[in-house]
């Protein structure tokens, strides 16, 4: 079946731009994760959502970063006013349960000018 | 929260030899480790976990021993082959499963045919 997907899959930024990552996890999952990922580096977590509720958006790293998922599947990461440093490789995954492995996308590559 | 530290960070070995990958963690209510495959401009891939009530686990050529005292583990690969040169990333998590994943810097294997 479908796995996860992510759109776009590249995007270019200029600083100061709003950006929408949109994310669309395998269908029937429940639990839905947005990562980070630095070049070089091990994805971060973001935050997570549990159908329509963000249970945790502690690993956004300012208010410019904004995730929904208003219907409990499709979910788009936000990011207002991009900065150089947000340049990074956004992950999503999700899971069918809160127990059950999770399965990643492709991911979104933004590159901020 | 949770701190995940992977060695090494590159290594290269040869076709058909053994490779070792090894992880520690810092919180002891983790229950739960996902060792990820992902390959260049990939998405990861799970090739493997192990819950805390195991304390090794087998597939294949791949096999994960966890030590809970010590907090540590380790992903092993057998009879090597070109194609498993990749980026390898551990992953902890005190949530089971569908909680956030705190992961390693990644360790990239480089096998030599």
Redesign the interface.
């Known amino acids: 079946g479908a796995g996860v997907s992510q759109s776009p899959r590249y995007k270019v930024a200029k600083r100061g731009q709003d950006v929408a990552l949109r994310c669309d996890p395998i269908s029937g999952h429940v639990s839905l994760f947005w990562y980070q990922q630095a070049l070089g580096q091990g994805p971060e977590f973001l935050t997570y959502f549990q159908n329509e509720a963000q249970l945790d958006k502690s690993g956004l790293p300012s208010d410019r970063f904004f995730a929904e998922r208003p219907e409990g599947s499709v979910s788009t990461l936000k990011i207002q006013r991009t900065q150089q440093e947000d340049s990074a490789v956004y992950l999503c995954a999700s899971s069918l349960f809160p127990a059950n492995e999770q399965f990643f996308g492709p991911g979104t590559r933004l590159t901020v000018l | 929260g949770e701190n ?1 530290e ?1 060695h090494p960070s590159t290594l290269s070995v040869q076709e058909g030899d053994s490779a070792v990958i090894k992880c520690t963690y810092s919180d002891s209510a983790s229950n739960y480790f ?1 060792w ?1 495959k992902q390959e260049l401009g ?5 090739i493997i ?1 192990i819950r805390s009530n195991v304390g090794e686990k087998k597939d294949q050529r791949i096999a994960v021993t966890l030590n809970k005292t010590a907090k540590h583990f380790s992903l092993h690969i057998t009879e090597t082959q070109p194609e498993d040169s990749a980026v390898y ?1 551990c ?1 902890a998590t005190p949530g ?11 360790t990239r294997l480089m096998v030599k045919p």
């Open positions: 995940v992977q996902p990820y990939k998405r990861p891939q799970l976990d990333f992953a089971g499963a569908g909680n956030m994943l705190t992961f390693g810097g990644g």
